[in-house]
């Protein structure tokens, strides 16, 4: 509609590439896209938000961030039938949720998701979406914090807070499940989590190399979200 809601799949024909229409045959309440992937032993397809074209192509707004008007849920779909079943809220306050990264192994039904700004106090933040007792659920399990910073320093915006984001943009799981690489806007705040549980992440620090540097670092912390 223009660049505006709602955003969502579509389909390309297998041998020309030419698009075929919308994928979702019933969305729900899901009005913003970003991400999508799925597990197919439970016929499942889950996706993330961000925002609008329109909200996009101007690049980040504050006025859209605190007034929480970024994507901040997950959908979850019936990959069969192209229907929207569960919507899975992070909280308003975790805003842009973006990367999606199942695990690997076809008979495990969780995966992880970043969220870009926590409007409270700058971290970013990544969640588990998980399978229990039939009803997808998701779970704070590692929060990477703001780098403080000298308040004189920084624009209007971040002097209260005195710090900036780390701003996680991408996240990506290793091959037998085990390790989740992050990719923050700070480079210092890259790094590697052991997520070998993954619902409850262990808070040691796992050694990582920053992009750029000569030597590994030990200097990121997961911790485990509430209720942990």
């Known amino acids: 509609m223009d660049g505006d809601a709602p955003g969502g799949v579509f389909t390309l024909d297998h041998d020309t590439f030419e698009p075929q229409g919308r994928w979702e045959a019933d969305r729900g309440p899901q009005r913003l896209h970003y991400d ?11 996706t993330s938000e961000w925002a609008t074209p329109n909200q996009i192509e101007p690049g980040p707004s504050l006025e859209l961030l605190t007034g929480r008007g970024y994507g901040h849920r997950l ?3 019936d990959l069969t039938k192209r229907r929207h079943l569960q919507e899975i809220d ?3 306050r975790h805003q842009m949720a973006l990367e999606l990264r199942p695990a690997h ?6 995966g992880f998701v970043n969220t870009v700004v926590d409007v409270e106090d700058l971290s970013s933040n990544i969640f588990t979406w998980y399978l229990e007792d039939g009803v997808w659920k998701a779970r704070k399990t590692i929060t990477i914090p703001a780098e403080p910073a000298d308040p004189e320093l920084l624009p209007e915006p971040l002097k209260q807070f ?3 984001p780390p701003l996680v943009s991408d996240i990506s799981l290793t091959l037998d ?7 923050a806007g700070a480079p210092e705040s890259s790094g590697a ?10 808070a040691d620090r796992v050694e990582v190399r920053i992009a750029g540097g000569s030597s590994a670092r030990r200097h990121i912390t997961g911790r485990p979200g509430p209720g942990a």
């Open 36 to 46: 999508f992937w799925w597990h197919l032993g439970h016929d499942t397809m889950i």
């Open 162 to 164: 005195g710090a900036v």
């Open 75 to 77: 959908h979850v779909w």
């Open 193 to 202: 989590y052991d997520v070998s549980d993954p619902v409850r992440p262990p």
């Open 177 to 183: 499940d085990r390790i989740l690489l992050v990719s």
């Open 90 to 92: 992070l909280g308003d």
């Open 105 to 110: 192994d076809p008979t495990r039904t969780y």
